[in-house]
């Protein structure tokens, strides 16, 4: 990892790294398949090869796979550790109809049309999101039916769709962004876990103090 870590282009210039082979893998979120997709294809043909080819080679060469599981213990050190599933937040797609609507039966039939096993399965496949209805997640490949199996066991938390989420994410970044310069600083300002522990603390009374100012 470099220093390209700590710009904000990084949610960007990931998909064209990604492409020419700068990046081996990146953490993302499934919804952002495709601009992966796209991006290798653009990268296969400018190599010399057909669209056919192209296409061919990046549905072959590019891989979504969940999180790894971690040790119970916490120390990445530990030899033969015994190994949790992670857990994450994650987001889900839904369909509302509003209350003032005049055509509520044209809704309902918008909402069974869109929520359909075929437009599931052609949204999983075009998008590259993986669909929250069983059957779909099952029938659209391994890394899809693993993501509807964590959301069944509860290690992808759902984000509350409050406007207190917003909060966190400032004082979030401006913690990692720190933490990830610190590895070009000759003097160390998180040399030991005690002190990244205290940075993790003042990161969370910082969102803590946001929300309530907010309120």
Same mark, same amino acid.
């Given at each position: 990892m470099n220093e390209d870590c700590i710009d904000d282009t990084i949610t960007t210039n990931a998909?064209?790294?990604?492409?020419?082979?700068?990046?081996?893998?990146?953490?993302?979120? @499934?919804?952002?398949?495709?601009?992966?997709?796209?991006?290798?294809?653009?990268?296969?043909?400018?190599?010399?090869? /057909?669209e056919d080819e192209a296409k061919k080679k990046a549905e072959e060469n590019l891989i979504m796979t969940d999180l790894p599981k971690?040790?119970?213990s916490g120390d990445l050190t530990e030899e033969n550790p015994n190994l949790i599933d992670t857990k994450s937040m994650g987001g889900i797609n839904g369909y509302a109809i509003s209350a003032y609507t005049k055509y509520p039966n044209a809704c309902l039939a918008?909402?069974?049309?869109?929520? /359909?096993?075929?437009m599931v399965?052609?949204?999983?496949?075009?998008?590259?999101?993986?669909?929250?209805?069983?059957?779909?997640?099952k029938d659209s490949g391994d890394t899809a039916a693993s993501l509807f199996d964590s959301l069944e066991k509860g290690n992808i938390v759902l984000m509350p769709s409050i406007k207190?989420?917003?909060?966190?994410?400032?004082?979030?970044?401006t913690?990692?962004?720190?933490?990830?310069?610190?590895?070009f600083r000759s %003097?160390?300002?998180? @040399? %030991?876990?005690? /002190?990244?522990?205290?940075g993790l603390e003042n990161m969370s009374q910082q969102i803590h103090d946001a929300i309530y100012t907010l309120k």
């Open positions: 998909y064209s790294k990604l492409a020419d082979g700068t990046y081996f893998a990146t953490i993302s979120t @499934p919804d952002v398949y495709s601009t992966f997709y796209d991006e290798l294809v653009n990268g296969y043909e400018e190599n010399g090869d /057909s971690l040790p119970e918008f909402v069974d049309f869109a929520t /359909s096993y075929d399965m052609k949204r999983s496949k075009t998008l590259g999101i993986a669909p929250a209805r069983g059957d779909a997640a207190e989420v917003g909060q966190i994410w400032t004082p979030g970044q913690f990692l962004i720190d933490l990830a310069k610190d590895a %003097d160390k300002k998180y @040399p %030991d876990e005690a /002190s990244m522990q205290k």
